[in-house]
């Protein structure tokens, strides 16, 4: 796939006319995701992660790790602390440099990214209107902002007793180098993955789950000889993009978007961004980014720790190039759903389902008595208990079947599994496909067998 390719208006992106508030709607619905501290009145752009929505977020953590870790032997896992030494951030440069340019409406006082002012980036903030109030022209000089939330470690709150929550998961594996590829004893080329939460105080948060203060990324850094990172950076796109089009997302909704160099890191050679087409436009979700020597070589200067790598063959010394690949695994989920989310009309009536792949979905089976009389619940409830373990089930006896199969489709669950008056005289089931509405008869003594074929094998413990 070439860089921005499928750059159609988001008028004709195919989703469903208000799918954002489609989304949140069904999210705290169905169980996804809720707002966090609610009852209280929230807390901004922070989410809570509910029976489905960890069920989902698991499936795509899962599946990443498989990716990164399990399938390459020269990728090994970390899990590096949340809190680290505040001099990490001196040298990485996140306490001189990770800012944002904050502006304030003199009006309303909303605080707003001047970034995101095309008016102010232009040099006319006096033409620039404000989102909030409609009040136009009258905005504070722009000013700096850390986007890192500070602490305190120990009972004394002052300077030497600063901590920060980590603004990302990247620096805990380069201050690990050594120790990793020391103690498994990898060589040059190799990556060490990462899922962790990061936390950053956004000035501007919003559209859901895309961009909050609290978040999880799924990272890895690579390790390279310099003179072949480029080579890896271009390798590394196509593997991270084709990993992505199998979570079953539609690949015209899918594009690369390659940095300008007035885009470009301070600390990058080369950056391309996995972007999704989103109802509010193309947005990244994951990027590749080739970071050169610049962060082992800044933790080797400022903590006069040799980090370099002697490669025996070529008998030279140096500090590698790392290519990274760093995906937000919120933003990731909110893909997910954004892409499966459909509508439809069957029957004469409106059908809201989550057309995930069947890998994916928080349960790959519903199990249902047709009524809840002779003897059927007890034999739903059996088959229920038997699959469970290998898949996540669920066993509903609530509401007519109509009713069950549509909160179903709306949790996005691939399988409906039936017991029925016809499963007394021979011992089968109805199996009902979300997406087709086809039903076949399975024998009960092959369920299991039958929705592992039907999944591709991917139960939670498979």
């Known amino acids: 796939m070439t860089d921005e390719t499928h750059t159609a208006s988001n008028a004709d992106s195919g989703h469903p006319p208000g799918l954002m508030d489609k989304l949140v709607s069904l999210a705290k619905r169905r169980g996804f995701i809720f707002q966090s501290s609610e009852i209280y009145g929230g807390v901004g752009s922070v989410y809570d992660y509910g029976p489905l929505g960890i069920e989902l977020k698991n499936r795509i953590q899962q599946l990443w790790w498989r990716e990164m870790v399990y399938r390459y032997p020269n990728i090994v896992g970390l899990d590096a602390g949340i809190l680290m030494n505040p001099e990490v951030w001196v040298a990485s440069g996140h306490v001189g440099a990770f800012t944002d340019p904050l502006v304030e409406c003199r009006s309303c006082h909303r605080r707003f990214r001047a970034d995101d002012l095309p008016q102010l980036e232009a040099g006319e903030p006096e033409a620039q209107q404000c989102a909030v109030c409609g009040t136009t022209g009258k905005w504070t000089d722009p000013r700096q902002f850390n986007l890192m939330f500070k602490t305190f470690m ?5 300077d030497a007793a600063t901590v920060y929550l980590r603004p990302e998961t990247a620096q805990g594996i380069f201050v690990n180098f050594r120790n990793v590829q020391e103690s498994v004893r990898q060589k040059v080329p190799f990556g060490i993955a990462q899922v962790g939460k990061a936390f950053r105080n956004e000035i501007t948060p919003g559209n859901f789950i895309f961009r909050t203060r609290e978040f999880e990324q799924m990272e890895m850094q690579f390790f390279v000889a310099p003179g072949t990172e480029d080579e890896w950076f271009e390798m590394w796109k196509e593997r991270r993009m084709r990993w992505v089009e199998t979570l079953g997302i539609r690949p015209e909704r899918l594009r690369f978007h390659r940095h300008g160099p007035d885009e470009l890191a301070h600390y990058c050679k080369d950056a391309s961004d996995i972007q999704y087409r989103f109802p509010f436009g193309w947005q990244e979700f994951e990027g590749i980014h080739n970071r050169t020597d610049y962060d082992l070589g800044r933790h080797q200067e400022h903590s006069g720790k040799k980090l370099e790598y002697f490669d025996q063959p070529a008998n030279r010394k140096y500090v590698p190039y790392v290519i990274e690949t760093s995906a937000g695994l919120s933003r990731t989920l909110l893909v997910v759903l954004a892409d499966a989310y459909d509508e439809e009309e069957v029957g004469g009536q409106q059908r809201v389902v989550l057309r995930l792949k069947p890998a994916l979905a928080p349960f790959q089976a519903a199990v ?26 669920l066993h509903d006896i609530t509401g007519s079947i109509g009713k069950r199969y549509r909160r ?38 092959g369920v299991a067998a039958w929705l592992g074929a039907a999944i591709g094998g991917a139960g939670p413990d498979s």
Do not use: H, Y
């Not at 489709?409 to 109805?430: A, S």
């Open 154 to 158: 120990g009972v004394v709150e002052d």
């Open 368 to 393: 249902f008595p047709l009524v809840k009389k002779d003897g059927m619940p007890e034999i739903s409830e059996k088959l229920a208990d038997e699959l469970r373990g290998p898949f996540n089930v």
């Open 408 to 445: 179903q489709d709306e949790t996005g669950t691939p399988f409906c599994l039936t017991i029925d008056g016809q499963t007394l005289e021979d011992e089968t089931c109805t199996v009902r496909d979300r997406d087709s509405l086809e039903q076949t008869r399975v024998p009960l003594s």
